[in-house]
């Protein structure tokens, strides 16, 4: 998900820092758009180091050389790839050029390229929010479908007393997030999730391991900030990017696995086992490397059941499971939901084509003690929204039993 952020050029410019954090925290990506007039208060090289995007200062860059091709069209390249376009702070301005379609530079020119949802967050001096002409702008803007984010009212930096200072940063990035049809619905829980294989290591070059991406899991991750929630993400060897906000935990081994998981298991309140986790270690590891002498022999031992263990060990917590099942996939995630004393478990039949392991895709069945819910195959944020759309349902369940004692 990417939000574009257009920052105008008030006082309150440097509030849009804290905003793209915020942002970053609930698992969106930001690219920054400055007016000419916003570089006066914030440097751009502070959004480009907070987003780890290119900041978008004009329409035409390039420190004098001639324009090209892609600057004289990124607009519409940025437009066709934002998911929605935030302005915060929007100056009086600003909202008047959006009002009469003025665009006489990036920000106003991509107001009018983008079909995304656009919410912007005014602030300016009291007088210029009560004008008349910037609440007629205002009305007209409204009923295009820009959605406004209204001021607060207070001592603003002129002096004067009232309305026109920007609304909080979490106001803002929660009429954003809802702009984008986000539910904040995990605000105040703290999901743990596991994620990617474990290696048992063999030699100092060789090791035991699985196909797991870890996609499943940092998609999770992803769908639970982008949902409120804080995000502590322990995961094996993996190749892809964690989501920006999430507290990452790197193991190798199940055992390390374990302990991370214990560790952080108090500062949980949901924990989603995704990991594969290798349910066999070497007995012994060879310090040097193994040899190629003929037939080999390995002595394993089982590895420490962790979710069976963390399910034991929760402290009101909902703990949902993950089965990767070739064969009996109902029946087999059943017993591991009634064995090991879980609230849900994801079932996935990673012997079919195409989804599972090393997928962008996946189909799964998810089942709690009381009912079962089939997700058919869809991309695996997709289905990681399904999954929390569970819990959450669990998690009414559970207050609702408190409420009522039954």
Known sequence: MKIALGVSGGIAAYKAAEILRLLQERGVGVQVIMTRAAQEFVRPLTFAALSGEKVITGLFEGGGAEPNLDSAVEHIAVAQATDLLLVAPATADLIAKFAHGIADDFLTTLFLATTAPVVIAPAMNVNMWNHAATQ??????????????????????????????????????????????????????????????????????????????????????????????????????????????AELVQVETAEQLRAAVLARLG????????????????????????????????????????LAEVARRRDKQIVVGFAAETENVLENARRKLATKSLDAIVANDVAQAGIGFDSERNAVTI????????????????VAQRVLDEIVRLRQAAATTVRTGK
């Open 267 to 306: 500062d949980a309140t949901v924990v989603v086992a995704t990991a594969a986790v290798a349910d066999y270690t070497p007995r012994s590891r060879s310090q040097q490397k193994i040899k190629r002498d003929g037939p080999l022999s390995l002595e394993l031992e089982p590895t420490a059941d962790i």
């Open 367 to 382: 089942i709690t003690r009381e009912r079962v819910v089939e997700v058919p195959e869809a991309g695996k944020l997709e």
């Open 136 to 245: 007629a702008n205002l009305g007209t803007l409204r009923q295009r479908g820009v959605r406004v984010v209204e001021p607060d009212s207070g001592y603003l930096a002129c002096g004067m007393t009232g309305p026109g200072r920007l609304a909080s940063n979490e106001a803002i990035v929660a009429a954003a997030l809802e702009a984008l049809g986000v539910a904040a619905d995990l605000a105040g829980e703290t999901v743990l999730v596991t994620a990617g294989p474990t290696r048992e290591a063999l030699d100092p070059v060789r090791y035991l391991t699985n196909r797991s991406s870890g996609r499943m899991g940092y998609a999770l991750a992803e769908a639970a900030l982008r949902r409120g929630a804080r995000v502590i993400l322990i995961t094996g060897p993996v190749t892809i990017q964690p989501p920006a906000g």
